[in-house]
């Protein structure tokens, strides 16, 4: 069920909801469509569907800080849609089948299905602590997905999709790809051999020569250049190699010798052959859904997060394969760029590999969240630095964030414990034209990160939430409040609390919109300001918090949002 209606007052629900015992998503419904007034009348709710997906991870290998990062991107996003009031599904999952990893197994000298159990489970962990927020967290080895891939095999054959034929070309295994003449080149190995690899990925590769079954992928030039017109893919600038691709297409070899693959999904009808990985891992993103049986989540997917070495099989294959099986197309592929260690990309093999898991232990995840969120641009490549990581993180969150709340809830310059009004006559005369303008835009900053958020540039948002809360410290520190908070004068007193209030009402502009960045840190910023669990959704941050008379208490001292972390030497 997607619409989810209430006709009751938002007081009364929350009485009515707790005797009924409602389901969550229903009460965040109710949170959703509260204004910020204390006593919101609310007729009806909506709640718009959202899809998000992230690629589902091959399991030769322990998850690394590259994996994670489609992960983050992929639940902020997710979280800023739950904010916005979204009923959101978000897939996440392991992709198990394929000769690399029946290769990975063989070396383990482990059975193919203890081996992906087993890291499967690692990322899954890795996820947890990470706090990613996942919907349905998917296996290929499962028996839902395997009853879809056969599904979908079938009705290909049916529409005439697929024939056989016989493949003669590179595969790169790493890749789990099918390479062209021009995608390959000569490269000498370390023990001074000439070997072939491939031109993107620098992974060798292989002569094959096999019957097989063929996708009449080159059919679907038309369709797919037609789904490009509509900026589906961003950040822009990888448009333009979609459409090298597209104009090149050949058709693909969607099948493997059984004698090479065993671990894989059986070819239906045909004991010899096994299904091509790629075509087996895309189908997740349907099988998630209930596809065949009952689409339980509206079709399509509205992003779809990838890193720019999958582009080509999330941007050409799969939505040919979608629009053969007559279904709508992804509204959008979302490609990040690579995170690299002194300038060479993160791999297993070159054994530059930033455990996640070491560094969640070291600094918390939220600490990692907020550095790869903040630092990552998608249009290029990220350098992965702890010590900047850690800098960046002191700045920002302790320095920045924590500070201005401890000074400003601290019981020297705030007694009573409160989040207080402020005064008119004080804020018209005490604070500059400038000043004032600064806060009152605040309202307008929601709109801004809002806008950032929409196109998965949380870099971009962070960075706006951060310089006001900048500006906020530097109306502390001009207006010096410690210096009057002893007084016993009114005027005085209204002044203190005056700056008080414009720094705690930026923090919980600021700490809304930071939720799908650090959720937890940023949990513990509201609930110091005292902001009930439903009033943090993006319409209140746009709204002023306090119009009536009234100031409220502050939510119980839980100490520092985040302690100051060690700055390792490199
Ligand atoms: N199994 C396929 C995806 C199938 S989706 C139907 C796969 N798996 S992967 O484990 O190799 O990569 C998964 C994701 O991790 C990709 O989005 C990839 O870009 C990302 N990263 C892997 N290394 C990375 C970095 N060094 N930096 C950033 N992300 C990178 O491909």
């Known amino acids: 069920m997607h619409l989810r209606f209430i006709t009751t007052c938002f007081g009364c629900c929350q009485t009515r909801l707790s005797f009924l015992n409602i389901q969550r998503p229903l009460l965040e419904a109710v949170q959703v469509a509260s204004t910020g007034s204390r006593q919101l009348c609310l007729s009806s709710v909506e709640r718009k569907p959202f899809f998000v997906t992230t690629p589902i991870y091959y399991v030769n290998a322990a998850p690394h ?38 290769q990975a197994a063989t070396q383990t000298k482990t059975s193919p299905d203890l081996f992906v159990s ?18 349905d967290y998917i296996r290929t080895t499962e028996e839902r997905h395997h009853r879809t891939v056969t599904h979908v095999w079938n009705e290909l054959v049916r529409r005439g999709h697929i024939y056989k034929g016989d493949y003669e070309g590179w595969y790169c295994v790493s890749d789990e790809a099918f390479l062209g003449a021009d995608d390959v080149v000569d490269r000498t190995d370390k023990h001074g051999n000439t070997i072939k690899v491939s031109v993107e990925s620098g992974h060798q590769v292989t002569w094959m020569k096999e019957d097989n079954y063929m996708f009449s992928l080159s059919r679907f030039k038309d369709q797919l250049h037609a789904w490009l017109d509509k900026d589906v893919i961003q950040p822009q600038m990888f448009d333009s190699n979609v459409r090298r691709w597209v104009d090149d297409l050949r058709d693909l070899s969607v099948s493997r010798s059984k004698s090479r693959l065993t671990w894989g999904i059986p070819v239906p009808g045909d004991n010899t052959q096994t299904i091509y990985v790629w075509l087996d891992a895309l189908l997740n993103y349907l099988t998630v859904t209930g596809y065949p049986d009952t689409a339980v989540f509206p079709w399509p997917p509205d992003v779809q997060v990838i890193g720019k070495d999958i582009l080509k099989f999330h941007a050409v294959y799969w939505p040919a394969f979608l629009t053969a099986l007559g279904l709508e197309l992804p509204k959008k592929i979302f490609c990040h760029s690579h995170w690299m260690v002194d300038g060479v990309k993160m791999s297993k093999s070159l054994g530059n590999v930033v455990d996640p898991m070491a560094l969640k232990d070291k600094y918390s995840a939220e600490v990692l969240r907020y550095y790869l969120l903040r630092e990552g641009v998608p249009q290029n490549d990220g350098n992965f630095n702890e010590k900047v990581a850690i800098e960046y993180v002191n700045s920002d969150v302790v320095n920045t964030m924590g500070n201005l709340l401890s000074r400003c809830t601290g019981t020297s310059l705030n007694p009573d414990q409160i989040f207080p009004r402020r005064n008119t006559d004080v804020y018209q005369s005490r604070f500059n034209t400038a000043e004032r303008e600064t806060f009152e835009n605040l309202e307008m900053l929601t709109e801004t990160v809002d806008n950032y958020y929409k196109e998965l540039n949380f870099y971009k948002g962070i960075e706006s939430v951060m310089s006001y809360l ?28 005056t700056v008080i209030h414009i720094a705690l009402e930026t923090l919980r502009v600021g700490g809304i919109l930071l939720q799908p960045v650090i959720p937890d840190i940023a949990a513990r910023l509201l609930n110091r300001l005292g902001i009930p669990a439903e009033l943090r959704t993006l319409e ?14 502050l939510g119980p001292n839980e100490g520092a949002l985040l302690r100051r972390l060690n700055v390792p030497t490199k």
């Open 470 to 497: 900048r500006w906020a410290n530097s109306v502390v520190t001009v207006h010096e409040p410690w210096k009057l908070a002893k007084s016993q004068e009114e005027g005085d007193k209204a002044y203190v609390k």
């Open 118 to 135: 087993k890291v499967s489970q690692s990322f899954k962990t890795m996820f947890d602590g990470y706090h990613i927020g996942y919907t």
């Open 65 to 102: 800080m590259g994996h994670l990062y489609s992960s983050v991107i992929a639940d902020a996003t997710a979280r800023y849609q739950r904010l916005k009031g979204a009923d959101v599904m978000f897939s996440t999952g392991t992709d198990e089948h394929g000769l690399k990893i029946q």
């Open 540 to 553: 209140h941050a746009k709204k002023p918090y306090l119009n009536s008379p009234e100031h409220f208490p």
